[in-house]
């Protein structure tokens, strides 16, 4: 597993809101992806998500990703499971969404547990890689893929929006969140995928099962992303490529103009050379829609807003000044986990967000619910619990900023996080201190109280040759009288 990142090498473009710079880290592997046919910097008419807006999701700190479609009926992994799948396997996934019924889900329910786990923000997968769509789309797939024809997999035409409107359920389920999240005050970030499997236009592009005689010959052209079972077919003609491209942006335009407010939109996977200028040109549209959403970086390069470091947290402050959320699932896959035992538990969660907001990015943890609609009992528990945390300790993550340089910590328990006006650190101790903090980066103002979240009285603390030291009162020794179990914040004025 990754644990840093490169911060040799930065790519420079212009934040247009600020006149400052924004830049992606050289390493970033969907940056690798495009940055071969993505300009950089982005086009002067084109503009990012303003100053405001950046500092509002720098403010977020903590948040839910929701993976969820067809694929929780049979309990696996969000879309990639389709590929390695044998072909009657793929003719059965494809017929999943008639009967996915989740009759369990309730948005307001959900809003309510985020709430009480301390979430600003979610992100949902409105539309996943296998081009299942879990809201209320005009667009139709004109021709998919039949997996089961007599003859071997054959492409035939089809008149389908292939979402949430033709199941059993009938309800358009990125509508009902985005309800409940505006009534909430929980900001959303609609996740899309770039690529569409089920959606044979889509093809070559980004793994998609269908490849063709010109993919496989130059893969450049078609983001050098082969699939793992190379099915053959004629390669994409205009007609087709006019429709895709259509489709692709019909679908963005509905996300961003039919749901009220939109804080985000987390955008997956990359296309291909032969269809940026029209996906530039999508991202100019879109912009014009909703000036202040945040764009993930991920398939238009520097024309996003925000990167995400995913399954790992940076083990250094990243150099750049595009905001950062890490992303990472809470037990091993981002869909519903019905083993119960590979659920992480709160310390984990703790853990990886404090030392995330500590080098100034979001967390963002993920989980799936099952095909009822429901959240895994284990999950529940655990993010509940970091949610009791929060009510204790929230003031030292929610709306802090990184501290200069490397004063993010101080060896291997210690992290800190500040307040805006750098008139407050938080030291925030990964392992309980014993009887004494000593703490050297720090310089409270004479006679300046320090506290312990959650315990009323103010610490006796002195200088010393290098720093303070602050007194742990003996009644603290027993883990029974502390205001938490794990992750102390100590509150400190300078």
């Excluded at 880290?25 to 046919?37: E, Q």
């Excluded at 912009?287 to 520097?302: S, T, W």
């Excluded at 996003?304 to 250094?316: A, I, R, W």
């Excluded at 300046?448 to 720093?467: C, E, F, Q, V």
């Amino acid at each position: 597993m990754r644990t840093t990142i490169c911060l040799c090498f930065v790519v420079a473009v212009s934040l247009g809101a600020t006149g400052e710079q924004m830049r992606l880290p050289a390493d970033d592997f969907h940056w690798n992806k495009v940055k071969g046919f993505v300009e950089d910097p982005p086009d002067p008419d084109y503009a990012h998500a303003s100053e405001a807006a950046l500092e509002a999701f720098r403010d977020m700190k903590y948040g839910v990703r929701i993976h969820w479609g067809v694929y929780a009926v049979q309990e696996v992994e969000a879309s990639w499971p389709f590929l390695d799948m044998p072909d009657a396997e793929r003719a059965e996934y494809q017929e999943l969404y008639r009967r996915f019924n989740p009759a369990a889900f309730d948005a307001e329910e959900w809003m309510g547990f985020f709430e009480r786990c301390g979430f600003t923000n979610f992100a949902f997968t409105a539309k996943h890689h296998d081009g299942f769509s879990m809201f209320d789309t005009a667009t139709r797939v004109k021709q998919r893929v039949n997996w089961a024809a007599p003859d071997g997999p054959q492409i035939e035409l089809c008149d389908v929006a292939y979402s949430i409107m033709e199941t059993p359920f009938k309800r358009d389920i990125v509508k009902e969140l985005c309800d409940a999240a505006h009534r909430h005050g929980i900001k959303i970030d609609l996740y899309f995928s770039h690529p569409d499997w089920y959606d044979a236009d889509f093809r070559p592009y980004n793994y998609h099962p269908l490849q063709t005689p010109d993919a496989v010959a130059h893969p450049e052209k078609y983001g050098d992303a082969p699939t793992k079972r190379p099915v053959m077919t004629a390669d994409l003609s205009a007609e087709e490529k006019g429709r895709m491209v259509a489709r692709h942006r019909a679908q963005l335009v509905e996300l961003l103009s039919n749901y009220g407010r939109v804080d985000m939109v987390c955008l997956d996977q990359w296309m291909g050379p032969g269809v940026w200028p029209e996906m530039r040109e999508t991202m100019k549209i879109l912009r014009k829609i909703q000036p202040d959403v945040m764009f993930r970086a991920r398939g238009i390069g520097n024309y996003g807003d925000y990167f995400t470091p995913e399954g790992f947290v940076p083990g250094d402050k990243e150099n750049t000044l595009m905001p950062w959320m890490v992303i990472y699932p809470l037990a091993g896959r981002f869909a519903y986990e019905p083993d119960g035992s590979k659920y992480k538990g709160a310390p984990w969660i703790l853990d990886k967000l404090v030392d995330t907001v500590s080098k100034g990015g979001n967390f963002m943890v993920a989980i799936g619910p099952d095909a009822a609609g429901r959240f895994h009992p284990a999950a529940v528990e655990r993010l509940e619990e970091v949610g009791a945390w929060l009510d204790v300790n929230g003031e030292a993550i929610y709306a802090t900023r990184e501290r200069p340089g490397d004063l993010w910590k101080e060896g291997d328990d210690v992290r800190f996080t500040q307040t805006k006006d750098h008139g407050t650190v938080y030291a925030i101790c990964l392992k309980w201190p014993g009887r004494r903090l000593v703490l050297k980066s720090v310089q409270p103002r004479t006679g300046s109280p320090i506290r312990l979240l959650g315990y009323a009285k103010p610490l006796r603390w002195k200088r010393t040759s290098d720093g303070i030291a602050i007194e742990i009162p003996k009644t603290l020794q027993d883990n029974r009288n502390r205001p938490c179990q794990y992750a102390w914040a100590f509150k400190i004025e300078q």
